[in-house]
């Protein structure tokens, strides 16, 4: 097949469009606007529904009744656009509503930058709103990532009747990169949804609720959400690995900084430094069978997570190590992005460090 060029953002949409996805509704906020912006000329042309909300909180509410009704639907936002969303998001959870919310992140806390950043992984990954409850977290780190994990975002997020969140930082909703994107899939394709709130006649009643009062009845609520979530945990871990079989040191990193780490790699082998990486794609589940392993291996001596952040994600390394090897940290924030040099010279003085202990 032949590719285009398109940004992340465009391939984010079209990676929604052509999985069936006819409803969105969003705000605008930078660096996040060609979502919205190319969604509104493209949702008419397919029959679908475009609506620029008046806000984040009436957006995500959006989202809650087209994708409680059965429709594929989607919102997008960035950083601080996305903590709006979070009680919408907590209620869609709760009443078991599947559907896609885009978070291109910029830099913060507060309204902080434009520019990209990696602060919202405890937002994504540890439930950003109230209560019990965990979102599928994808985190692409290419245009055709982009494209490829929204599509299947709608997927998981319909199996599991769980929300599915794309997580990438500006940088990739702003890069341009050849894609070849996938079929347009009919909605006929797409399986029927017993539990949505159809409106047709002659069928049996369907409730979708958030509100549940009673303890007796909202603790097996959450017991058979994390039933799913165990379930998830188990069958949906996503991650890529580079040269870590031999590796005395083992990044990781991800989105657009596992590009860089990448190269990091490449130049700590040219200087006979063993080292490989690991990236995560589903930021939750975490992967961290992929780090058990490289962590139970005798030539691992360290690890070091880079990140566009203070540290989030190198505790679910933590976690996932388990004291077997010691885990660094390199991070840089505010928008300000590591070169290859910095993340070699972190690798070697973490290197260092851990032969040393």
């Known amino acids: 097949m032949s590719k285009i060029l398109l940004h ?4 984010i949409c079209e990676g929604a469009i052509r999985n069936g996805c006819r409803a969105f509704f969003g705000y605008p906020i930078t660096p996040q606007n060609e979502v919205p912006e190319y969604m509104s000329v493209k949702m008419p042309q397919i029959g679908g529904t475009f609506v620029q ?7 995500i509410n959006m989202v809650y009744g087209a994708a409680g009704a059965g429709v594929r639907a989607m919102t997008s936002s960035s950083s601080p656009g996305v903590s709006l969303k979070q009680e919408g998001i907590s ?11 885009v978070n291109i992140m910029r830099a913060g806390p507060g309204l902080g930058g434009i520019l990209p950043a990696q602060g919202d992984y405890f937002q994504a990954t540890k439930g950003g709103g109230h209560g019990d409850y965990h979102l599928i977290v994808l985190a692409p780190c290419s245009v055709q990532e982009a494209c490829d994990l929204t599509y299947r975002a709608f997927d998981l997020s319909d199996h599991y009747r769980v ?17 070849e994107l996938p079929p347009m899939r009919s909605l006929s394709d797409i399986p029927e949804k017993p539990w949505a709130t159809s409106g047709h006649f002659g069928k049996d009643r369907r409730i979708l609720n958030s509100l549940i009062i009673k303890p007796e009845e909202l603790e097996p609520h959450i017991n058979e959400l994390q039933k799913t979530y165990d379930e998830i945990y188990a069958k949906e871990r996503l991650f890529a690995e580079y040269m870590t079989e031999d590796a005395e040191i083992v990044l990781t990193a991800y989105g657009t900084v596992a590009r860089i780490v990448k190269s ?3 130049e700590l082998r040219k200087q006979g430094i063993k080292a490989g990486c690991i990236r ?18 005798p030539q691992t001596k360290a690890f070091l997570s880079v990140e566009l952040s203070l540290g989030q994600m190198v505790e679910d390394v933590r976690l996932a190590v388990n004291g077997k090897k010691p885990v660094y ?20 003085d973490a290197l260092e460090k851990a032969v040393k202990a």
Do not use: H, W
């Open 8 to 11: 992340g953002t465009e391939a």
């Open 53 to 59: 909300a008046e806000s984040e909180i009436a957006a």
């Open 91 to 101: 209620y869609i959870a709760c009443a078991r509503i599947p559907c896609v919310v």
């Open 163 to 179: 929300p599915a969140m794309i997580l990438a930082d500006g940088m990739i909703g702003q890069l341009m990169e050849p894609v």
């Open 264 to 266: 990091a790699v490449n």
């Open 280 to 297: 995560p794609i589903t930021l939750y589940p975490f992967p961290d069978n992929a780090f058990e392993r490289c962590a139970s291996r």
């Open 329 to 348: 940290f390199y991070g840089r924030t505010g928008g300000n992005v590591p070169d290859e040099s910095e993340i070699v010279k972190a690798a070697k």
